[in-house]
Every structure is written in C-alpha cells, then in structure tokens.
C-alpha cells in the first residue's frame, strides 16, 4: 500500500521558535490533510490541502500542498506550549479508502 | 453539526477476558466509519472500516472483530483478549463524499492485566 515518510520524528524546541515538518510520498495524490493529537485525545483536523500549490493558514499554523502533488509542508511560527502533541500528515486515495497516515511528527516546547 | 462519541473512555480488562467498544456518529447519515490502534507514542493502525450497514473491511489479522449493526453505530470486539491488545482505540468517520477528512473520537485507552 501508499506510504508517506514523515520527518521529522520527534522536535525538541525552545518556545517561541518556528516549527516546520514535513510529508514525502512516491505517488500523486489530490488531497493532504494535517491533524495534530494532544496527549489522551484524537487526533484533530488542522488542515486540509486541495490544490497542487495551495498554502493554506489556521492561526500560526500554514500548510502546503507540493507543486508536484507529492509532498507537503506544516510550519508553525512562534510555538507555544500547547503546540505539544503528534502532527500526522494523511492523503486521500478515493472518497470510500480510509487515509493513509504518516508516522506523526511529536513536538515538544520547552518554555 | 456532526458529533462522534466513543465509550468508554478506559477500560482494564484480564487477559482472556471479552471486549465491546462502542463508537457513534450524530447529525449524519451513511457515514464512513472507522476502527484504528495506537501503541503508545507510536502511529495510527487502521483495524477495520465500514462504507456501510453489515459491510467491515479488515486491515490486519488479528484478535479483534468489527460491527456495524446501525447505520451510525460500530462496535469493536473481542472473544478472548491478549495482552498485546493493550493500546488507544479510535473511532473515526467521514461522509462518503469525495476528498472528505475524517475525524476522530476522544478514544478509548484499554489496558489488559
């Protein structure tokens, strides 16, 4: 099956640094979704990306969609404590396919 | 708005013992649903999905089994848990229609003694 490589693993940064990680693929795909998981929770929806191309914003968080539809970026400016968590990047292969999630990106700040 | 409840949050089981997680969707109709583990600090694996009414696919073969008696309703069962069955579970769904995201429950955290 589809597999994404996620880097990096894990981040330790101070807080107030910017963040940036991201998701490589072998294939093309048209949708690129970012969702970061706290501590004892699910993971949550940040972004969904659309468009070869496309930066999107939530806040201090912009994603990008590869121009060549075949990675994409997350960057976080200025991170807080309560950016700690697992970033997962997934593609969409069709509507009725479950995602494929990457290994997830585990960012810590230290204050 | 659509909403996704799973229960229960924690769950201590002995090994042998049986298992029912039970995960439901709100405020839509026909949904994708899904079964997915965690192993702590590691990724996601999916374990089963449903387009549908009695329809389960099954990623990986294991002691787990799925069902989906309601249209928003999906269980995840056990005859006979191991200890390697110890993980976070996450219910997840998402509209049938073309490039939607799915979105997750809070999980339920189930450690087998």
């Known amino acids: 099956g589809q597999q994404l490589n996620q880097s990096p693993q894990s981040m330790f940064i101070q807080e107030g640094e910017d963040v940036s990680m991201n998701c490589t693929s072998s294939?093309?795909?048209?949708?690129w979704l970012w969702y970061k998981q706290e501590p004892g929770e699910g993971p949550v929806l940040l972004i969904a990306?659309?468009?070869?191309?496309e930066l999107t914003s939530n806040g201090r968080l912009t994603a990008q969609f590869g121009i060549t539809r075949k990675d994409s970026f997350l960057n976080i400016s200025a991170s807080i404590p309560s950016d700690v968590g697992i970033y997962f990047c997934a593609i969409l292969i069709s509507g009725n396919t479950p995602l494929v999630f990457g290994k997830g990106t585990r960012l810590s700040v230290i204050a | 708005s659509q909403t996704i409840h799973q229960w229960p949050a924690t769950l201590v089981q002995p090994v042998g013992s049986p298992l029912s997680l039970e995960c439901t969707v709100e405020?839509?109709?026909?949904?994708?649903l899904y079964w997915y583990r965690q192993a702590a600090g590691r990724g996601l694996q999916l374990l089963f999905y449903s387009v549908g009414i009695g329809q389960i696919s099954s990623e990986v073969p294991q002691n787990l089994s799925a069902s989906r008696p309601q249209d928003r309703q999906f269980i995840l069962s056990s005859k006979k848990l191991l200890l390697s069955d110890s993980g976070f579970y996450l219910c997840?769904?998402?509209?049938?229609?073309?490039?939607?995201?799915?979105?997750f429950g809070d999980g339920t955290r189930l450690s087998i003694l």
């Open positions: 997840a769904w998402s509209s049938g229609d073309r490039d939607q995201p799915q979105h």
């Open positions: 990306l659309y468009k070869a191309g």
């Open positions: 294939s093309i795909f048209n949708t």
């Open positions: 405020g839509t109709s026909n949904p994708n």
